[in-house]
Structure formats: C-alpha cells, structure tokens
C-alpha cells in the first residue's frame, strides 16, 4: 500500500564538472515496505548508470521517454517524463507539430503518475506490470531535475503485433484484458504487449511465448472518453473470447474497491477518474462472475460509457456501503440487460441519451475500431487515421 505521506530518498546523487551538476534518482512515491529492497537495489544500480551514460531518447512512441543504461551500455529502466508526455508542448517528438488532442480522458501531465497507478493496482504482481516507481532524475541532459515515472525494463524477443495470437498463453491474454478493462486503458495496441520466448515443452518449438504489459500511461480516464472509439488489441484474440479462466474470476473477487479508491486518491488520481475505474471493476466484477468473456465485457464497457452517466449513478464515493450499493444496481443491471435487452441505468443528460428506452441495438455492428499504421518504421509509434 502507497503510504499516504511522500518520502522522498535520494540515489547515488553526484556532483559534475564546474557548474556542479547532480547526477542520480530521488524516489518521489514510496511503494510499501514490501518492495523496498527491490526498489533499493533498482534505483542505486539506475544512479551508478546515470554517472556513465546519459539518458537516451526512444525513437517509438508518442511522447518523450528515455532508456536508462548501465556503464557497460545495458538498458536498465524506462523514464517518462510527466512534461513531455504526447500531450504537451514539451513533447521532444512533436518536431514543429501541435501535441496530440487530449481527448483520452487524460490531461498534460497526468500520464506519469497512470504508469505508476498501474503497478501498484496490479496486486501481488498478478498481471505482471513491470516495477514502476515516480521519481526524480538529476542529470545534466535534463538541465534541471526533471519528475516523471521510471519503469524496470523488460527484456523481450519481440511485440504481440509480430507473431499470431494463436501463440500466446491463455491465462497471460486474460490478465493484461482483466487489467485493461478495470483501468479502462484507452491505449492498447499490439506494440505494448511484449512476448517473451522461454524455455517450454509445451509446443514443439520448446519455447514458450509468455506475454508482459507495459505503457499504462492513458488507463484511468475520466468520463469525456469518446467510448466508440475504445479498442484492445486483445479483444478479437480467440483467448479473449472464452470466459475467464478460474483463477482470474478469483482474482477479480478478491479485489477490494474500497482500498483502491484510497490508494488512487492518494495518488492525487482525479475523482472523476476514480468514478470511471470503480465502475469498470464492478462491471468486471459483476460479468466475470456470470461466466462472460473479455471480448463481451469490452462491448459492455462501451455501451454503458456511451449509455450512462457515471456522475448520476455514482454521485460520490463516500464509503464502501456505496460500493456495495453500485454493485447490485449493476449486478441488476446486466442481469436485465441480457434478458430483455433494456437498459435501467440513469442516462446521459442534455444531448445525451435521456430516454432508457432508446439504446443501440446489440445487433447493429458497432463504429469500426479505428485503424493505425507505422510512422517512419518504428514498430511502436501509431497515429490515428
């Protein structure tokens, strides 16, 4: 559990050259007593790095991120600063351009602080996101201190995009669709699921392709996410298109909303956002326990965003008796649903849908997903078309 106050520890932090520049990591957030002596050897082998090699920029991507090496050049971590994320003017990847429209449900700045959220609401690593830490990097390539999230890099033979579903392990699929649907991550595309060869007898190559999720900066959006256009890489996968395996529905139980919604809150994570997820988990909670699939929660996320007015079904979350409450109004609601194909939910106001009659028709196709393509070959950059 995130302790509530910050505490600030400072990592190999050096002294360089005549203007008596800093060099090193100050961790920002702490992470528990439970990961310290990971988190400890992490960042102190970070700083030795950053005495020796300065931060590089990574060609892919929409926003500023860089890899952080070793002495003898090996890639260590992952920073992302929070003022150069793909939605500000910082951005070092815009080249004349404006920033990408913030229509996520993500603001400037915002992004560095999901990373982190992420990791830590992935609980007893079930999922497997990378440990990700907020910190402080000192370094004369930055010119002054620069805040943002750092995040163990994950050695990888190649990208989900690169082989066929078909190769992917069953459980691994319908973690990373489980973390997506309850964080609400508007941003997975098959470039952000790193495959991972391993020794196995499983299949006759003797390797065994295991999945690891990365990139969670625009997961945890507000209401203004235009839904239509939420697409997971995942979602026609055939793996998707079973219902959760065993283990995954234990999970899902297991979950307490009430803790995340402190833990999310101490993290400065807007309310609003914090409505968003705690209504996608129950959601998640409420189908996985009737036997439905990834690919069939991700349609049902879509039509209850697009449907719904999440500040007039979830006015505030002042405890977990309303948690309770929200998840038998959604348990009756989904049960409905799938019977007489009604909503019963409050609707949107204004332009919105106001009338609980009036709702799309689960036999007319849906917006397609929106299409992406490479920019100047590089594998995970992808820009809306």
């Keep these: 559990m995130v302790c509530k106050r910050q505490k600030e520890r400072a990592f190999q932090v050096q002294t360089v050259g005549e203007k008596q520049q800093q060099t090193g990591v100050t961790l920002i957030q702490s992470v528990g007593d439970k990961h310290r002596n990971?988190?400890?050897?992490?960042?102190?082998?970070?700083?030795?790095?950053?005495?020796?090699?300065?931060?590089?920029l990574i060609e892919e991507g929409e926003g500023g991120s860089y890899f952080l090496r070793n002495e003898s050049c090996r890639t260590l971590a992952v920073f992302k600063p929070k003022h150069e994320d793909p939605f500000s003017m910082s951005n070092p990847k815009l080249q004349g351009r404006q920033p990408l429209e913030a229509n996520r449900g993500v603001q400037p700045g915002e992004t560095a602080i999901r990373e982190v959220a992420a990791f830590l609401l992935d609980h007893d690593n079930f999922v497997g996101v990378p440990l990700t830490l907020l910190v402080r990097v000192h370094h004369p390539y930055f010119q002054a201190p620069v805040e943002g999230s750092l995040q163990f890099f994950v050695p990888h033979d190649c990208a989900s995009w690169d082989l066929g579903p078909g190769l992917f392990d069953l459980l691994d699929v319908q973690k990373i669709a489980l973390l997506d649907l309850r964080f609400l991550n508007t941003d997975r595309h098959g470039g952000n699921i790193l495959v991972r060869r391993e020794e196995s007898q499983l299949n006759g190559s003797g390797k065994k392709h295991r999945l690891v999720a990365?990139?969670?900066?625009?997961?945890?959006?507000?209401s203004t996410l235009q839904y239509e256009d939420l697409y997971f890489e995942w979602e026609?996968?055939?793996?998707?298109?079973?219902?959760?395996?065993?283990?995954?529905?234990?999970?899902?139980?297991?979950?307490?909303?009430?803790?995340?919604?402190?833990?999310?809150?101490?993290?400065?994570?807007?309310?609003?956002?914090?409505?968003?997820?705690?209504?996608?988990?129950?959601?998640?909670?409420?189908?996985?326990?009737?036997?439905?699939?990834?690919?069939?929660?991700?349609?049902?996320?879509?039509?209850?965003g697009?449907?719904?007015?999440?500040?007039r079904l979830l006015p505030k979350i002042s405890g977990p008796a309303v948690l309770?409450?929200?998840?038998?109004?959604?348990s009756e609601w989904v049960d409905k649903s799938r019977i007489t194909g009604t909503s019963h939910l409050p609707k949107k106001s204004g332009s919105l849908i106001q009338n609980p009659k009036l709702i799309r028709n689960p036999n007319v196709p849906s917006r397609p997903p929106p299409r992406y393509h490479r920019q100047n070959s590089a594998p995970g950059l992808f820009l809306l078309v």
Excluded: Y
């Design 38 to 56: 990971e988190v400890d050897q992490f960042l102190e082998e970070v700083a030795r790095g950053l005495k020796h090699q300065a931060p590089l």
């Design 214 to 222: 990365i990139d969670h900066g625009l997961c945890f959006p507000d």
């Design 236 to 304: 026609n996968w055939p793996q998707a298109k079973q219902p959760f395996e065993a283990p995954i529905r234990r999970h899902i139980e297991d979950i307490d909303l009430w803790s995340e919604v402190n833990l999310l809150r101490s993290l400065g994570i807007r309310e609003e956002c914090v409505r968003v997820v705690v209504v996608c988990s129950t959601l998640v909670k409420v189908a996985g326990a009737r036997g439905m699939s990834p690919s069939s929660v991700a349609k049902l996320i879509r039509r209850v």
């Design 306 to 311: 697009a449907e719904v007015c999440f500040e």
């Design 324 to 330: 309770s409450s929200l998840l038998f109004r959604i």
